[in-house]
Structures are given as C-alpha cells and as structure tokens.
C-alpha cells in the first residue's frame, strides 16, 4: 500500500506531481526566511534549496508528463472503484 500516492488501496492519496508541488512551495517558503541572512551558512543553504528546487522542478516535469501518458493511452485513473491498474500489476 502507498503512504501518499493514490493507489487502488489508497484512492484518497495524491498524484507525484502534487506532492512535489506542495514539497517545492515549502522550500520557496522557506527560502524566504533567509535570503536576506548574510551568513556564510545561510547562504550554503540557500544555494543548496536553489537546487533542490531546479531539481524538484524537473520531477514535477517528469511526473506530470507520466500522468499525461496515462490518461492519454488509458483514460484517467479510477483508483478504488475496482478497475484494474492501468499499468503493471494489481
């Protein structure tokens, strides 16, 4: 069973893409607080958020093109009514 993706045990989760959204909106958040910190440490953390974020960008791209696949070649998923996964195995 998945934690937080939306599955046929867990048709109430969420999409990749939405969690790395939310994910990528707490960091920006975050970087807010302390793009004005002059120290050394703040700024390797920034730095470092400024690419986790590139890179969270880039899976939100991948994510969203995966649903895009998906919903194109099988519909959009139904997860919980008792439809088959539309991809790999139940």
């Given at each position: 069973?998945?934690?937080?993706?939306?599955?046929?045990?867990?048709?109430?989760?969420?999409?990749?893409?939405?969690?790395?959204?939310?994910?990528?909106?707490?960091?920006?958040?975050?970087?807010?607080?302390?793009?004005?910190?002059?120290?050394?440490?703040?700024?390797?953390?920034?730095?470092?958020?400024?690419?986790?974020?590139?890179?969270l960008?880039?899976?939100i791209?991948?994510?969203?093109?995966?649903?895009?696949?998906?919903?194109?070649?099988?519909?959009?998923?139904?997860?919980g009514?008792?439809?088959?996964?539309?991809?790999?195995?139940?």
């Amino acid at each position: 069973m998945t934690h937080f993706l939306i599955s046929e045990d867990n048709p109430d989760g969420l999409k990749l893409e939405d969690i790395l959204a939310a994910i990528r909106k707490d960091i920006l958040l975050r970087c807010t607080k302390i793009v004005d910190d002059k120290k050394a440490e703040a700024a390797q953390v920034l730095d470092n958020s400024l690419k986790i974020l590139n890179l969270l960008t880039e899976a939100i791209h991948l994510a969203e093109n995966s649903t895009q696949v998906l919903d194109k070649s099988f519909g959009p998923s139904k997860p919980g009514d008792g439809s088959p996964p539309r991809i790999g195995n139940p």
